[in-house]
C-alpha cells in the first residue's frame, strides 16, 4: 500500500447531479440548505448546479437563483457545469462562480458519433478552438477530461493505449493554447471500471507522464465505486469526483439502491480509516446526506449515513470506558 | 495484483441470512424456490437453514420443511446453522444436510461477556469440548472461525496479535482432538474491516502459517463489503461467505440500501472481471438475486443485478456488431 497518497481532493458533486435528475420539484431554498450544509463540512469545491436547457433538465431552471441565494464560504470555490456557449455565458453571468475550462475527449467513437455526430477528430478540433477561446477571454483552463475512460455501453472494454493516445491529444490541445492543466481526469461514465482496469490504464498513463496529476470520476451502478476508489488511491491518485449520498442515483423508489456516483462520504470513511487526509469532517458530511435523503424523499444509495462511522462508535467505547 | 487467486470458493449463506431477518412471512415454497433456483447457478455450498429457537426466530420455523423440500443437486454441500446442541441435533435429523463441525472463538472479550457471560479462557475451553464431541459422533470438524475478527462495537478495534493468538488456539483445539480444518475464517462481524485492516490482519496471520488457508466472512454496512473483499482477494484470500442479493440487509424500507452480508452476485461480478474463476454463471446468479426481491417484497442491496453485468452489455455490443 506504498503508494497510497497522503491527502486527497474531493470534488463534491452531489447538488449538480441530484437535483438534475430527481423527478420531483425541489425548492430554490432547500437546494441551498444543502449547499450551504456542505459549504461547513470541509470540501474545498463543490458543483452547484448546471446551465442548461430548462426545458430538457427542469430541475436546474432554477440555477441563477440558487447560486444568488447560496452563502459562499471563503476557502470553498462553487463551480458549475455547463454543455455550450450560451450555458458558459450564464455561469459567467452570475458572478458568483468560479469559471474554469476544461478540455474534454470521449474515449468511444460509437458514443461520440451517436450523442453529438461527430467523429474524435471533430471533437478534438471542436476542443481546441474552445480552449482558445477560453483563453482569449482570460478563463484558466485547468482540467482535462476523458469520458468513458474505461469502457462505453456502445463500444465496449477501452484499451489502456487509446487513453493514453487521448490524453496526448489533450495535453496537446493545452500546449498549443498555452494553458496549464491541474490535472486530467478520468470519467467511468457508465460504469464500466473495475479494480483491474484503473489499474491497468493509470498504469499505462503513469509510465507515460510519471508526474501528471490525475482525477477519477467513478459511478457505483454496478457496485464497485468504492473498490475502484480504492484500486485508484493505491496508484497514487489524489483527486476524486464523488457526490454526497449518492446522489445522481436511480431515483425511482423500487431501484432505490441503484447507485449514480460513488458516494463521498464513503469514500471520505474510507480514506479515515486507512490514513489519507480529505481535510472533510465525516460526521458533518453524514448529516449532509442525511438532509440529501430528507429533500429527494426517498433513500439514497449511501452507506456509511445508515451504518454509521467507526470513529463515533470508538468515542461511544471510550466514553464508557 | 500478483497475490489474486486464480479461483475462489464461495458459501452462499443468502437463505439462512435472509429469511432469518425479514419480518414477513415468508412461505416455505418460495425459501425452496430461491435455494433450487441457487442450486443451478454453480455454487458448490449452500447454507440453507438455521435451527434455532422458532420463538426468537419465527422465521426459521420451517426449517425441517426447507430441507425436506429442496431438490438437491449432485456437487452441491446444502449445510445449515445451529449455536448449541438441540440445533446440531435438528440438523443431523433432517438427514439432508452436510454436517460439519467448526471451533469457533470471538475476538472481543467486551461482546463475549455480554452475549455469553463468559470469558475468552471458558470459550476455549466449551470450543474444545465441542470439539471433541463432534469427533466422537464421527463429524468432520473443517473450519475454524474467529468472530469479529477485525473490530466490534463493545471492544473497538482488534489487533492483528490478537486475532494471531485466537488463531494459534483455534489449531490446538483442532490438534488436541486430531481434527483436519480446511481453512479458518474471519468474520468482521459487525462490519468494521477497512482495506488497511483486512491487509494488516491478514499479513500477520500469513507471516505466521503461511499455508493456512482463509476464509472471509464480510458485511457491507458501512460501503466497504467489496472493497475489502478485493483487499482481501489482493492478500490472496481464496473463500468468501456471501450472500445473494444481499440479503440479511436491514429490511425496513427507510432504509432499504443498508446492507448486511456482502452480496454474492455483486464478488462474482467482481471477479468475472478481474480473472477469478468463481465456478459460478453470473446471470443465473442474477436472476436469483432478483427472485429474492420479489420474495422478500423490498429492494435489496445489490448493484449488479440493478445495473446488468458487463459481460450482458459486450455480447449486446458484439451482436450489433
Known sequence: MTDLPKSIFILEEGPREGFQIEKGPISTARKVELIDALSDTGLKQIQIVSFVDPRRVPGMADAEDVVRAITPRPGVAYTGLWLNERGFERAVATGRLTVRGSITLGASDAFLKRNQNRTIAEQ?????????????????????????????NYEGDVSAAKIVGLIAEILDIADSVGAR???????????????????????????????????????????????NAYAGLEM???????????????????????????????????????????????ESLMACAR????????????????????????ERIAAKG
Chains 1, 2 share one sequence.
Open 181 to 227: 492543466l491541474d490535472h486530467v481526469s478520468l470519467a467511468d461514465t457508465m460504469a464500466w471500471a473495475t479494480p483491474r482496469s484503473i489499474k491497468t490504464i493509470i498504469g499505462a498513463v503513469r509510465e507515460r507522464w510519471p508526474d501528471l496529476d490525475l482525477a477519477l470520476h467513478l459511478h457505483d451502478t454496478r457496485g464497485l465505486g468504492i473498490a
Open 291 to 314: 438532509l440529501a435523503e430528507d429533500i429527494v424523499g426517498h433513500p439514497l444509495p449511501g452507506s456509511v449515513m445508515k451504518g454509521g462511522s467507526l470513529r463515533a462508535m470508538r
Open 124 to 152: 478534438i478540433a471542436s476542443q481546441r478552438a474552445l480552449a482558445q477561446r477560453y483563453v482569449e477571454l482570460g478563463v484558466p483552463v485547468t482540467r482535462g477530461s476523458v469520458m468513458a475512460a474505461f469502457g462505453c
Open 236 to 282: 497514487g491518485v489524489a483527486r476524486f469526483d464523488a457526490a454526497v449520498a449518492g446522489l445522481g442515483g436511480c431515483p425511482f423508489a423500487g431501484n432505490a439502491g441503484a447507485a449514480g456516483n460513488v458516494c463521498t462520504e464513503d469514500l471520505v470513511f474510507l480514506c479515515d480509516e486507512i490514513g489519507i487526509d480529505t481535510g472533510v469532517d465525516l
